[in-house]
């Protein structure tokens, strides 16, 4: 299930429906809405997001079908951007110089096909601003602080996975890509000790620590706490 406010949603769509339209019409025609629930000012929609549609798990992916579903009942609604074909979102890229500040190994390339990072220095841990805690927390996401809660930001309201590491705790600054051996165990970020599968992604570190379970749940021996200075910012396609 996803949780996504309609002050969120209309932020991607234009359209004079009420929340409880959109809910009983997307659930018609595409995503089944289970409930519409006012909260203050706003309204969260509940929505069950079938394993084949993982495209509409976001804000984004609800407003796309928002705006492709209900002019279908004769109302007004459009698509305001798209960040992913509008080209003002779309960076120039960088360019690395020098040594790059951590080696990166995939086993195998079919694990995945892309693996991107940017380090990020000088940071300073803080509360993020309450509009923003409000939305995460609104969406069913506790807020933790300005670091954390923008990775969770961004995975919700485009549905790209994301993840923040501390720099200092990647020893060996270098991450390999692999599939867990059965038997291996990780702590996750929850503090739960986790015994792995054989084949589930995972990320080991330079002196053979488990750091992550991807896609899934970090490892709490690379979590960013308040000591944390350099932070990489981690995304994998």
Known sequence: KVLISDSWLKEFVETGATPPEIGEK?????????????????????????????DAASVLGIAREAA???????IKARLKTDPYVDSR??????????????????????LCPRFTAILLEDVSLKPSPSWMSKRLEMSGVRALNNVVDISNYVMLELGQPMHTFDYKKILGQKMNMRQSRAGEKLITLDGVK????????VIEDGKGRLIDLC???????????????KVLLFVQT
């Open 194 to 201: 986790r015994d792995l599968p054989q084949g589930a992604l």
């Open 89 to 110: 979102f779309h960076g120039q890229g960088y360019e690395t110089k020098g040594q790059t500040p951590v080696k990166v190994e995939i086993t195998d390339s079919s």
């Open 26 to 54: 997307l659930s018609l025609c595409g995503p089944s809405v289970e409930k519409v629930t006012k909260f203050e000012k706003d309204y969260i929609y509940e929505i069950e997001v079938t394993t084949n549609r993982i």
């Open 68 to 74: 492709a579903i209900l002019p279908r009942f004769d």
């Open 215 to 229: 896609g899934i749940m970090g490892a709490e021996n690379s979590a960013v706490d308040e000591q944390t200075k």
